[in-house]
């Protein structure tokens, strides 16, 4: 008898907590549990707004046990009852970021991309002199920088993102080509030059872009880089 009543008071928990059980709907009838969308003869009674069953009754609808061990009731559901449910078919996997790999050496491209800017523009901003000779070593290392990163593409996101890091490679190249040969020409190059330049204004906004994918880990192309 005390088991009994074990039984019934646990069963309040199993019904406030399993998703798959329902009560049939209240009425003069007596009351039997659905499981899984499947009647049964789990009898229910319902005291001030709560529903108790038969614990023993419940195990033996789901194919479950029960086990007491002095105050202790243990129930156990079969694996089908517990599992979390399959994925459909029709989905698909989550699709993966940008790999470690190509992050490290994205990462490292666009540094060599910014010190190369930022030596045309302290230059222009000086009024040193512009040649090839010491531009070229930035130009070079970026563009290793950018072979390891190709290299290093594996995943749909690194292959979608490496065009846009070449972008920018060749944006700044051209960029930097511009004013060497404005300086090979003797032409005037303003300390300003670069703040109307509007090839410039899309390497710095296309840099901007790329460190937060970089930053977020996933590739995003909000146009920037095209």
């Given at each position: 008898m005390r088991?009994?009543?074990?039984?019934a008071?646990?069963?309040?928990?199993?019904?406030?907590?399993?998703?798959?059980?329902?009560?049939?709907?209240?009425?003069?009838?007596?009351?039997?549990l659905?499981?899984?969308?499947q009647?049964?003869?789990?009898?229910?009674?319902?005291?001030n707004?709560?529903?108790?069953?038969?614990?023993?009754?419940?195990a033996?609808a789901?194919?479950?046990?029960?086990?007491?061990?002095?105050?202790?009731?243990a129930?156990?559901?079969?694996?089908?009852?517990?599992?979390?449910?399959?994925?459909?078919?029709?989905?698909?996997p989550?699709?993966?970021?940008?790999?470690k790999?190509?992050l490290?050496?994205?990462?490292?491209?666009?540094?060599?991309?910014?010190?190369?800017?930022?030596?045309?523009?302290?230059?222009?901003?000086n009024?040193?002199?512009?040649?090839?000779?010491?531009?070229?070593?930035?130009?070079?290392?970026?563009?290793t920088?950018?072979?390891?990163a190709?290299?290093?593409?594996?995943?749909?996101?690194?292959?979608?993102?490496l065009?846009?890091?070449?972008?920018?490679?060749?944006?700044?190249?051209?960029?930097s080509?511009?004013?060497?040969?404005?300086?090979q020409?003797?032409?005037?190059?303003?300390?300003?030059s670069?703040?109307?330049?509007?090839?410039?204004?899309?390497?710095?906004?296309?840099?901007?872009?790329?460190a937060?994918?970089?930053a977020?880990?996933?590739?995003?192309?909000?146009?920037s880089?095209?």
């Amino acid at each position: 008898m005390r088991k009994k009543l074990s039984c019934a008071i646990v069963a309040l928990l199993w019904l406030a907590f399993m998703p798959n059980l329902s009560v049939s709907p209240a009425g003069q009838a007596n009351h039997y549990l659905t499981v899984n969308g499947q009647s049964s003869q789990v009898a229910v009674l319902q005291i001030n707004g709560r529903a108790y069953a038969d614990l023993e009754a419940l195990a033996r609808a789901v194919n479950g046990s029960l086990a007491f061990n002095g105050n202790q009731i243990a129930l156990t559901l079969p694996s089908s009852a517990t599992s979390p449910p399959s994925a459909s078919p029709g989905a698909s996997p989550t699709e993966p970021g940008l790999s470690k790999a190509f992050l490290k050496a994205g990462i490292e491209a666009m540094a060599t991309v910014r010190e190369w800017h930022s030596a045309l523009g302290t230059a222009i901003r000086n009024q040193y002199p512009i040649n090839e000779s010491w531009l070229a070593p930035l130009r070079d290392q970026a563009a290793t920088n950018l072979r390891l990163a190709s290299v290093a593409a594996s995943t749909d996101s690194d292959r979608s993102a490496l065009p846009l890091l070449t972008n920018e490679f060749n944006n700044m190249k051209q960029l930097s080509d511009k004013y060497v040969a404005k300086r090979q020409s003797a032409s005037y190059i303003a300390p300003d030059s670069l703040q109307d330049d509007d090839l410039d204004k899309k390497i710095v906004t296309c840099g901007h872009a790329l460190a937060a994918m970089a930053a977020s880990g996933q590739f995003q192309d909000d146009g920037s880089c095209q």
